[in-house]
T-cell receptor
Framework: EAQVTQNPRYLITVTGKKLTVTCSQN?????MSWYRQDPGLGLRQIYY???????DKGDVPEGYKVSRKEKRNFPLILESPSPNQTSLYFC???????????????FGPGTRLTVT | GQQLNQSPQSMFIQEGEDVSMNCTSS?????WLWYKQDPGEGPVLLIA?????ELTSNGRLTAQFGTTRKDSFLNISASIPSDVGIYFC??????????FGKGITLSVRP
């Protein structure tokens, strides 16, 4: 089954404790992206990757890191989480369009992160 | 930057009613997408539109790419309880990056 998986689905942690949220897709998509969803703010892009070893900042990259060492995986790293990073996080993937960007993105089930 | 406007933030309808949502932009968009997010899930693509004036249906859903290329509409006919969720519009404009609206939360009263 074609899908995007994220782990963990729920995470409660404390300020400053490094964490990684994994994302994996089995559709051989070049483009992958991370979003955060907050009430009233919709989906905001954190980072995206157009291919292996190619990553770039989205609209709200501060406090986050990503890496793309393999095509199927795109982990999101919070080196020193803070309470304002409490949010619902989504990973997404898609084929790459001729412009290099993505159109029809497939989303994972989400990771609900709470930082106390 | 590119922004997409969706309003109102919430809509409440009676089961069986039709509902229409729109999404507007101050700049021209080249593609329009509509997603639905069920509670506790990730957004799922409903309809993709690639040409101005295009009208596409997916079951009880119909979406249109506005002729001005600055808006798109989604219609849901004969609503049912499982239509509840958040409906996002998304699109790509001059910078080719996918931009999302803030979403409309739809509630359906039985």
């Amino acid at each position: 089954e074609a899908q995007v998986t994220q782990n963990p689905r729920y995470l409660i942690t404390v300020t400053g404790k490094k964490l990684t949220v994994t994302c994996s897709q089995n559709m051989n998509h070049e483009y992958m992206s991370w979003y955060r969803q907050d009430p009233g703010l919709g989906l905001r892009q954190i980072y995206y990757s157009m291919n292996v070893e190619v990553t770039d900042k989205g609209d709200v990259p501060e406090g986050y890191k990503v890496s793309r060492k393999e095509k199927r995986n795109f982990p999101l790293i919070l080196e020193s989480p803070s309470p304002n990073q409490t949010s619902l996080y989504f990973c997404a993937s898609s084929l790459k369009s001729w412009t290099g960007f993505s159109y029809e993105q497939y989303f994972g089930p989400g990771t609900r992160l709470t930082v106390t | 930057g590119q922004q997409l406007n969706q309003s109102p933030q919430s809509m409440f309808i009676q089961e069986g009613e039709d509902v229409s949502m729109n999404c507007t932009s101050s700049s021209i968009f080249n593609t329009w997408l509509w997603y639905k997010q069920d509670p506790g899930e990730g957004p799922v693509l409903l309809i993709a539109l690639y040409k101005a004036g295009e009208l596409t249906s997916n079951g009880r859903l119909t979406a249109q790419f506005g002729t001005t290329r600055k808006d798109s509409f989604l219609n849901i006919s004969a609503s049912i309880p499982s239509d509840v969720g958040i409906y996002f519009c998304a699109g790509t404009g001059a910078n080719s990056k996918l931009t999302f609206g803030k979403g409309i939360t739809l509630s359906v009263r039985p």
